[in-house]
């Protein structure tokens, strides 16, 4: 594998991506697509990749977390049954170019749309739910995340805290364990589809890694800078239109 400057640029990005992505328990999937994006890799690599690295960044976030005692395992279980196998079947299905980039533009749009509105949220007493609730939302997240190569943490995570179902911290875990699940399974569809993976993984990793150790820390035992999200959110919205009008 011959290793270019373009190759090492966006390394170098993706680890600031997931420092960023990290500190709030996700694995940065969408960062991840938004910046292979922007640099014009083929989408065939780009599904994998960033499977791939959610993976890894989310197996060390998830540890983390629970080690720090963030995370809702009751919760955790409904959701990951309803996932698991949805994301193999999102996974193994390979959508066209034309297709699959509008379809990632608008993930990245509302990717976009939360970091540049965040706000301090007050932390609120969970709420009981029913586990066939949370059965389907696992499902339907999962099969998302298989189908776009994404961990689905970024519609997970608002969506538990709205119902009230787990405390601010404990999303952040129970994101964590649940991306690294989709991951997983999506990405084991993805392989017994196109029976191959990127060469180009190992550097990423490296980088995305590095960037998750920094971020986990953060998340863990500093406030959140909400200046730096927000600029997240600008170079997601860029790579959000650069998707959907094909520029």
């Excluded at 500190?23 to 640099?39: K, T």
């Excluded at 699940?181 to 017994?192: Q, R």
């Amino acid at each position: 594998m011959i290793i270019e400057l373009t190759d090492l640029l966006i390394g170098l990005i993706l680890f600031f991506g997931a420092i960023l992505y990290t500190s709030v328990g996700h694995a940065g999937a969408s960062v991840y697509i938004a910046i292979m994006s922007i640099f014009g890799v083929p989408v065939t690599t780009i599904k994998p990749t960033a499977l791939s690295l959610n993976i890894l960044v989310s197996s060390f976030t998830s540890f983390q977390f629970i080690r720090a005692k963030f995370y809702d395992f009751k919760l955790i279980f409904p959701l990951v049954i309803g996932a698991i196998p949805c994301a193999f079947m999102g996974g193994y299905i390979n959508l066209p170019g034309e297709i699959y980039k509008p379809i990632i533009g608008l993930i990245l749009l509302y990717s976009s749309y939360r970091f540049i509105t965040i706000k301090k949220q007050e932390e609120k007493k969970p709420r009981e739910y029913k586990y066939a609730y949370a059965m389907l939302t696992g499902c339907i997240i999962g099969f998302l995340a298989g189908l776009t190569g994404t961990g689905g943490g970024i519609f997970l995570s608002p969506l538990i805290l709205f119902a009230g179902w787990t405390t601010t911290k404990g999303a952040s875990g129970t994101a964590a364990i649940f991306i690294f699940f989709n991951s997983l399974f999506g990405l084991l569809g993805n392989i017994s589809s196109i029976n191959s993976l990127p060469s180009i993984l190992p550097l990423y990793a490296g980088f995305t890694l590095l960037g998750a150790l920094i971020g986990t820390k953060i998340g863990i035992h500093y406030f959140q800078h909400t200046a730096i999200k927000r600029t997240l959110g600008i170079v997601l919205l860029i790579a959000s239109f650069k998707l959907i009008f094909n520029l």
